[in-house]
């Protein structure tokens, strides 16, 4: 849709939401962004700027008024979620979920619960009284996963392999949950898989489904991406033994429009479900969607945002995850420390099949210790499409051997990637 002269306002400047702005921008809209930073990495970008918090909601009401703003989006973090559709209540904008449905996506327990009430299959919570019975953590199977209730980006998740850990990582976890409330869960070291919904006046559609491999870093450290491979090989198996269910399901809390991602575990063929989100996603999946299927997701999203409707035809026709070429994306993880150079970007956008190389930190930014083990260790990731298997492990590798970031020290950052090897298993 052309949206020449339409104002849109971002809640939260954040490294991803330069996506959103760069998005809007192309489509012809006046971009300004809001938040508490100074200069957050949006505000660089945006056309303009404010410094309201995106948590003061009558601020940002103000802002709306009086800078007759059009339309108010926000994505990639579900603690924005509940103050954006209040502010889209109060100020009578378009917004894509309720209050009800933001609940329930961004709440792992809730979530779970309504899988239950559908029979989707889901990771069970261990109970676990608090504060803890020595006894009781000591009779209960290791490993686990702690981690928050309502929480995302893998902050406050940890592994415990014994009472010990246990006992430690509980109270670490309880500082990331704004509701004081912790899942302890049996820790599963299976496959994993990705599977996106986009939704349009009620139509959910499958729009891709990938296998996401996972490469352990650190001991009792979880486990962080390095690849996304599109299409899964789970995908037939999916949509034939699960799929109605998850339709019924997402359907009973009346979803209309938007972006849903669903991560799972795949043991032998069953979908253990144990996260969603109802946002815009850090995965990006959307620019191999686009590539793809010719539909940009990403672009529905600031379409509805700016008018109400999420794209001028009906999607569901043009939409087919089973793509015919291969797509991947590779996450680049990184040590701590403080970045200085990032070489080889301008190269790999050079190689074919390329579609972009987005950073999440720049020269001179600072990756903090408190980042490892979560998604903040991602230094960059690199999006592309082969026509098979082994051009896609051939362009992978060059892509490794491309890519290179140091320390101010003149330090290598960057730790093991993705081992092509395992495509072929």
Not at 73 to 84: A, K, R
């Amino acid at each position: 849709m052309d949206l020449q002269g339409k104002k849109l306002l971002i809640l939260g400047g954040t490294t991803l939401s330069r996506e959103i702005i760069k998005q809007a921008q192309r489509q012809g809209a006046y971009v300004m962004v809001t938040d508490y930073l100074m200069d957050s990495p949006g505000k660089k970008i945006a056309d303009k700027s404010f410094l309201v918090s995106t948590t003061d909601v009558d601020g940002v009401l103000n802002l709306i008024k009086n800078e007759k703003i059009d339309g108010v989006l926000t994505g990639f973090i579900d603690s924005m979620l509940p103050y954006y559709q209040l502010i889209c209540e109060k100020a009578g904008l378009p917004c894509y979920g309720t209050k009800m449905q933001f609940e329930i996506t961004t709440n792992k327990a809730k979530f779970k619960n309504l899988c239950r009430n559908f029979n989707v299959p889901v990771v069970e919570e261990i109970p676990i009284p608090y504060p803890f019975s020595l006894k009781h953590i000591e009779s209960i199977a290791y490993p686990v996963l702690v981690k928050p209730v309502d929480y995302s980006g893998t902050r406050g998740v940890f592994i415990c392999e014994n009472s010990a850990d246990l006992l430690r990582n509980y109270e670490k976890s309880l500082l990331f949950s704004p509701s004081k409330r912790i899942l302890v869960e049996s820790y599963l070291a299976a496959k994993e898989v990705h599977i996106h919904y986009l939704v349009q006046d009620g139509e959910i559609c499958l729009s891709a489904m990938a296998d996401r491999h996972m490469k352990s870093q650190k001991p009792g450290i979880i486990p962080l991406p390095v690849a996304i491979i599109y299409p899964s090989k789970h995908l037939k198996s999916y949509r034939q033994n699960l799929e109605a269910k998850v339709l019924e399901m997402l359907k009973s809390i009346g979803i209309l429009n938007g972006m849903i991602l669903i991560q799972a575990f795949v043991e032998e063929d069953r979908f253990i479900f144990y996260d969603i989100g109802y946002r815009l996603n850090g995965t990006m999946e959307y620019k191999i969607i686009q590539k793809q299927n010719g539909i940009n997701p990403m672009e529905m999203m600031v379409n509805f945002a700016l008018t109400g409707l999420m794209y001028d035809k009906p999607v569901k026709p043009i939409l087919n995850p089973d793509y015919s070429d291969w797509g991947f994306s590779l996450a680049f993880i990184a040590k701590p420390g403080r970045v200085g150079k990032i070489m080889g970007v301008e190269k790999v956008m050079s190689y074919p099949g390329v579609i972009d190389v987005v950073p999440f930190y720049f020269r001179n930014d600072l990756i903090p210790e408190s980042a490892i083990g979560t998604l903040k260790q991602i230094i960059f990731k690199v999006y592309a499409t082969t026509k098979n298997k082994a051009e896609m492990a051939k362009w992978m590798d060059k892509i490794k051997d491309s890519l290179k970031v140091f320390s101010a020290d003149g330090e290598n950052m960057l730790l093991d990637s993705f081992d092509t090897r395992v495509l072929f298993e």
